[in-house]
């Protein structure tokens, strides 16, 4: 019908694009909750520059900070792969 018989959605650039912002948020949502477990509740400041990373960074974080002990960790880890981008 219409012609969309072999029509694959899954090929779309807009079905792309959305997978790629849920798989996004989901890391962060994962990575955000370690931290929380890990080192305590975040600055708004910290929370912040944690939603701008991308996904890449995302997944290095959540590798990363099963070594963090204090937040001081966390800056450094911002800092080190933040200037590195």
Known sequence: MFGLDNF???TTRIYEEVRDQVRQEQTLEVV???LRRRIGN???????RI???S???LENLAEAL???STEGDLVAWLQDNLTQA
Do not use: G, N, V
């Open 51 to 53: 939603t701008q990373l």
């Open 55 to 57: 996904i890449e960074q």
């Open 42 to 48: 975040l600055s708004q400041q910290l929370q912040d």
């Open 8 to 10: 694959d959605i899954k």
């Open 32 to 34: 955000m909750r370690l």
């Open 66 to 68: 099963l070594d963090f």
